[in-house]
């Protein structure tokens, strides 16, 4: 692909919606899986127990990612306007669909009693000094931006917010079209995988979304629920967006943040 056609693709990434991911990934690091196409099993059954306590949003806080949670990238606790997007910006035309463009835009689903963000930005790695320019850029972008929500619910909220996502998946195999921030996301395909581990459920689900250049590239999602809360990773890696290349969710910023919330 030519230097010129990635710039521009991945410019066209950061206008549109997906710009909640592949622009900055937002502020300073003040505080601070791969989806296997297919049919996986998406949400494990659990076994019944006592009603989990609901987080506050003092206590979300600190179950957070920091940075000091992680070896490597860069986690900020105050994320930009362009990341921190409200639930009413985000349409799904067909309904059913909609809780997948929730997760996709960082967004908690349903009705949570509080809820955290945060943004994770990889390390690129450096090209040599003798690396073509375009290959150059290329590496540069090679790196996964992920925002990450935490939301706790009432009741059975947080399992209803894993299903509806589960759920959404299965209807929308076929793709949907949504618009995120006035920006047009045109998915062509959703795919489950297998559910991350450590917490009491979880989804993973792959988006491929409709790029520029006629590129076809992957955007994923990944949810762990532990007692009331859920934990919501969006992830894109910018060089995907220009090349449609596959790239893997980061398991230790989800093992980490999975394993703060005890």
């Known amino acids: 692909m030519r230097t010129s056609s990635v710039r521009r693709t991945a410019l066209a990434a950061s206008a549109a919606a997906l710009a909640l991911l592949v622009t900055a990934c937002g502020g300073s690091g003040d505080d601070q899986d791969k989806a296997d196409e297919g049919k996986g099993k998406a949400a494990p059954s659990t076994s019944a127990a006592a009603p989990a306590k609901t987080l506050t949003a003092a206590e979300l806080e600190k179950a957070a990612l920091a940075q000091s949670d992680v070896k490597g990238g860069k986690v900020a606790t105050k994320l930009p ?60 972008l090679d790196t996964e931006k992920v925002l990450i929500n935490l939301a706790s619910y009432g009741g059975d909220g947080a399992e209803q917010a ?85 790239f893997e969710v980061p398991a230790d910023v989800v093992a980490a943040q999975v394993g703060k919330l005890g």
């Not at 009413?88 to 009693?113: F, I, M, T, W």
């Not at 930005?121 to 090209?127: H, I, M, N, Q, R």
């Open 81 to 140: 306007a362009t990341d921190d997007i409200a639930a009413d910006q985000v349409k799904s035309e067909d309904a059913a669909c909609q809780p997948l463009a929730h997760a996709q835009a960082g967004v908690a689903q349903g009705e949570p009693a509080a809820t955290v963000k945060r943004s994770f930005t990889g390390d690129p790695v450096k090209p040599s000094a003798d690396t073509k320019p375009e290959d150059a850029l290329l590496a540069a």
């Open 162 to 246: 894993v299903q509806g996502v589960v759920a959404a998946a299965e209807k929308c195999a076929g793709g949907f079209k949504a618009t995120l921030v006035g920006e047009p996301m045109d998915v062509a395909k959703v795919a489950t995988g297998d559910a991350p581990e450590g917490g009491d459920e979880g989804a993973a689900v792959t988006l491929t979304v409709a790029a520029d250049e006629g590129v076809k590239a992957p955007a994923k999602i990944v949810l762990v629920r532990k007692g009331s809360t859920v934990v919501t990773f969006s992830a894109v890696n910018l060089a995907s967006m220009a090349t449609g290349k596959d």
